[in-house]
């Protein structure tokens, strides 16, 4: 091999490596400072594409528990009501019962029919209660939209019913009507009105239940689908600890070598000199 001093071949390839090994110093440096494989875009361009896809859908998915959970706190406010009305449609029933005792005087049926318009004006109450401003009952066939799937598709949405708990047909409208007054009116109808009011109060309190366990199942999916999610995009952008401190300390042991070997390569070229001097 030549003896030369315009090039030291030895020191440049010696600075190249040191160069090389201290730019992956630096990148395990950095993954393990940040805890993410992918601090530049020139990590893996396409694993950051999808990660950022991955990151989305299941941001998405926590925004969608959220809208279930207040959702499901809507449809528990109305049950709420509806246990209310049953146990004041249970108490009317019985108000009906005493009400036909022949014992009794017209102070006693008075007393009675007090108690009763009482009860009507509560069960009045109980149709007007809202949620945040939402009403809980409609007078029509209102419903609220429930998002379920991350895509927001309208196929796979629950309608949660604002059930008409005013109705005279299917609801309570019979009992609190303005022409009934008292117990013993005509437009009552007696207990059968009764009866019916608190089976229609039972089948809103059904469909209720219903309601509610289809958007649990809906929260258990969405839950597992954001877990799942981000486990998978874990896999792309997380580094893994354990092998990135097997590289820091390879790129460590290696910069420390080639800074000595450049040292070395840098001092070879004295051996010229000692052959012009010597």
Same mark, same amino acid.
């Given at each position: 091999?030549?003896?030369?001093?315009?090039?030291?071949?030895?020191?440049?390839?010696?600075?190249?490596?040191?160069?090389?090994?201290?730019?992956?110093?630096?990148?395990?440096?950095?993954?393990?400072?940040?805890?993410?494989?992918?601090?530049?875009?020139?990590?893996?361009?396409?694993?950051?594409?999808?990660?950022?896809?991955?990151?989305?859908?299941?941001?998405?998915?926590?925004?969608?528990?959220?809208?279930?959970?207040?959702?499901?706190?809507?449809?528990?406010?109305?049950?709420?009501?509806?246990?209310?009305?049953?146990?004041?449609?249970?108490?009317?029933?019985?108000?009906?019962?005493?009400?036909?005792?022949?014992?009794?005087?017209?102070?006693?049926?008075?007393?009675?029919?007090?108690?009763?318009?009482?009860?009507?004006?509560?069960?009045?109450?109980? &149709?007007?209660?809202?949620?945040?401003?939402?009403? !809980?009952?409609?007078? *029509? #066939? /209102?419903? +609220? @939209?429930?998002?379920?799937?991350?895509?927001?598709?309208?196929?796979?949405?629950?309608?949660?019913?604002?059930?008409?708990?005013?109705?005279?047909?299917?609801?309570?409208?019979?009992?609190?009507?303005?022409?009934?007054?008292?117990?013993?009116?005509?437009?009552?109808?007696?207990?059968?009105?009764?009866?019916?009011?608190?089976?229609?109060?039972?089948?809103?309190?059904?469909?209720?239940?219903?309601?509610?366990?289809?958007?649990?199942?809906?929260?258990?999916?969405?839950?597992?689908?954001?877990?799942?999610?981000?486990?998978?995009?874990?896999?792309?952008?997380?580094?893994?600890?354990?092998?990135? &401190?097997?590289?820091?300390?390879?790129?460590?042991? !290696?910069?420390?070598? *080639? #800074? /000595?070997? +450049? @040292?070395?390569?840098?001092?070879?070229?004295?051996?010229?000199?000692?052959?012009?001097?010597?």
């Amino acid at each position: 091999m030549s003896v030369v001093i315009g090039t030291n071949t030895a020191a440049s390839v010696a600075a190249n490596n040191l160069a090389y090994s201290t730019s992956m110093l630096q990148d395990s440096l950095n993954k393990l400072s940040s805890g993410s494989k992918i601090n530049n875009p020139s990590d893996d361009a396409g694993g950051l594409a999808v990660s950022m896809k991955l990151t989305a859908t299941a941001n998405r998915d926590g925004d969608l528990i959220n809208n279930v959970a207040d959702v499901n706190s809507f449809l528990q406010t109305q049950d709420g009501a509806l246990q209310v009305a049953g146990s004041i449609l249970d108490r009317m029933s019985q108000l009906e019962t005493l009400y036909q005792d022949p014992t009794k005087n017209s102070s006693d049926l008075a007393n009675y029919d007090s108690e009763f318009t009482q009860l009507q004006s509560e069960l009045t109450t109980l &149709t007007n209660q809202a949620f945040n401003g939402v009403s !809980l009952f409609s007078t *029509g #066939t /209102s419903s +609220l @939209t429930v998002y379920t799937t991350n895509d927001l598709s309208t196929t796979n949405a629950v309608s949660v019913s604002q059930q008409q708990l005013s109705s005279t047909s299917t609801g309570i409208g019979a009992i609190v009507a303005s022409g009934v007054s008292s117990l013993g009116s005509s437009s009552l109808g007696g207990l059968a009105t009764i009866t019916t009011a608190i089976q229609n109060v039972a089948t809103m309190r059904a469909v209720n239940g219903a309601e509610q366990s289809r958007l649990n199942f809906a929260n258990t999916l969405l839950t597992t689908n954001e877990t799942n999610l981000q486990a998978a995009n874990s896999a792309i952008s997380d580094v893994d600890v354990a092998k990135e &401190t097997t590289n820091l300390a390879k790129w460590n042991v !290696l910069v420390q070598a *080639g #800074t /000595s070997m +450049l @040292t070395q390569a840098n001092q070879s070229a004295q051996v010229a000199l000692k052959l012009i001097t010597g």
